[in-house]
């Protein structure tokens, strides 16, 4: 009997320990964003399958960027690579992913040539954007969710996208995160009358780290949950005969990159400029360069500060 008693409780450890084990290769557990960045597409969805939007976003933390499309875009490190991830269903679980390792969001814009339901074919302004290599007209989405953008053809608008562009007529944005009319937008075209109001969005600060003749570096410091973005647009002036004026160019076909940059929570960013090719070296004087950031907020809802910081250009000894 003793033998027995004994037989049977080693079975009882035994099944517990197997119900155990079981137990636990069937619970899975989100994989590591970073992990997933040296994976090919077809690896990531199929790593990815299964899981819900609520599951990532207690995994990773709400995504940098809402998608076109139902879906989100995660920022991976400091390098300007992503992780697009799209959803179905209502449960929104995981349809695919796709990696992006093509610098940081971009943007253009564009006259409205045809608007459909959803889409409309936008034709690029010629500002020397990256992607007027590929082609100048681009299908535009319009809706989100339930959600359309109010426009209309001959309507000026702005586009961010991040990724590639598919080389077809007109060509496809494979992931487009917002699109709004221009005219909710800032420029430089009256920069003095912006100034009255820079440097006053608060928990957001602009410095001036290092200058020379030919360039300069500048942080950009945020301290709040705003999603701010900045371009390589700048505006350089100097101070003469009593007023700041603008260095003049020394081409007459000038543009910046677009590209959008973000300066992230508590983590300073920091902006290269070098003006060789627009502007020369300077000569010794007093300087500023006046920059925008963007406070991006949503589809269609954002507005625009502009920031300064000034410099001088010694004389040589």
Known sequence: MKRKKWNLRILLVVTTASLA???????QKVPAVEKLASMD?????????????EELVNAWGEPDYDLFGDGDLFMIGEEG??????????????????????????????IIEDDFENTAVVRIDDNGYSICGSGHLVTVDLTKGEE?????????????YIGAVMESSPLQLMDQISVS????????????????????????????????????????????????????????QVYAEDDWKDVPYLIDNWAFNAIAYMALKDQQAEW???????????????????KAVMDFRGTGDWSEHHFSVEFEIPEEE
């Open 21 to 27: 084990l079981g137990g636990c290769q069937g619970t």
């Open 81 to 110: 690579d992503s992780l697009c991830v799209y959803y179905e269903g209502e449960d929104e679980s995981v349809k695919y992913a796709r990696l992006n390792m093509f610098g940081g969001v971009q943007d253009f814009t564009g």
């Open 272 to 290: 290269d400029v070098d003006w060789t090719v627009f502007h020369g070296e300077l000569e010794p004087g007093k300087y500023r360069i006046v």
């Open 181 to 236: 009319v221009i005219e909710n937008a800032g420029s430089f075209e009256d920069v003095d009358d912006a100034l009255l109001e820079a440097n006053t969005l608060e928990g957001v600060t602009m410095t001036l780290l290092d200058v020379t003749p030919t360039s300069a570096k500048i942080g950009i410091l945020n301290t709040t949950d705003l999603q701010i973005q900045f371009g390589d647009d700048y505006n350089l």
């Open 41 to 53: 597409d077809e690896k990531i969805s199929e790593k990815l399958s299964g899981f819900t939007r």
């Open 148 to 160: 359309r953008l109010d426009v209309e053809v001959g309507d000026h608008v702005y586009v961010q």
